[in-house]
Antibody, heavy 122, light 108 residues
């Protein structure tokens, strides 16, 4: 079955770069968009950005200056880098598959990873 | 950015109750609206997409409606496993998705 799994350091120092990888199994990574979403403890969901299997990407305007995403289709992996982190970046980070209902229609996240907690602290 | 506002922020109900959660968009988003359920410590789970289409495997007691700026999620008869936090999400302003702030459904 389709599964996504986030991996990466659980602790990052302030001003450094957060790096996470999401590994996809149970299907093809090609032809889809793949998103990163985060959730600070006790708070709501924030979309960070997405990357297509072709390598094209879109980022949230509020994070765009600090975010880079990449994809490695041969490994069925996509990655997130968030630079110059502060305590405000402490959150559970999720990866998710981003699909469209039809040729024209809503987009939604149908499969999610379990999430990984990243704490920014010295 | 399109802002999504859910109400109420929290709700207490009993097993067997019918509950409705609303989600309002700050501008017209057609039916580009999805609903997710999140239980503590777990990832969100897709319930409904395109405002009213039930995701495969989701019980029929869940239903969604609405278009434009006003949307609702209804649970016809609460089961114990339905006590969770619910989020709406718009995908009209691609590629800037936004979520509502969440509605926490608690046991009365």
């Amino acid at each position: 079955q389709v599964q996504l799994q986030e991996s990466g350091p659980g602790l990052v120092k302030p001003s450094e770069t957060l790096s996470l990888t999401c590994t996809f199994s149970g299907g093809s990574i090609s032809g889809y968009f793949w998103s990163w979403i985060r959730q600070p403890a006790g708070k709501g969901l924030e979309w960070i950005g997405r990357i297509h299997s072709s390598g094209s990407s879109n980022y949230s305007p509020s994070l765009k200056s600090r975010v880079t995403m990449s994809v490695d289709t041969s490994k069925r992996q996509f990655s997130l880098r968030l630079s110059s982190v502060t305590a405000a970046d402490t959150a559970v980070y999720y990866c998710a598959r981003d699909v469209q209902m039809a040729v024209v229609g809503t987009r939604y996240f149908d499969y999610w990873g379990q999430g990984t907690l990243v704490t920014v602290s010295s | 950015d399109i802002q999504m506002t859910q109400s109420p922020s929290s709700l207490s109900a009993s097993v067997g109750d019918r509950v409705t959660i609303t989600c309002r968009a700050s501008q017209i988003i057609s039916d580009y609206l999805n609903w997710y359920q999140q239980t503590p410590g777990k990832a969100p789970k897709l319930l409904i997409y395109a405002a009213s289409t039930l995701q495969s495997g989701v019980p029929s007691r869940f239903s969604g409606s609405g278009s434009g700026t006003y949307f609702t999620l209804t649970i016809s008869s609460l089961e114990p496993e339905d006590f969770a936090t619910y989020y709406c999400q718009q995908s009209y302003s691609i590629p800037m998705y936004t979520f509502g702030q969440g509605t926490k459904l608690e046991i009365k």
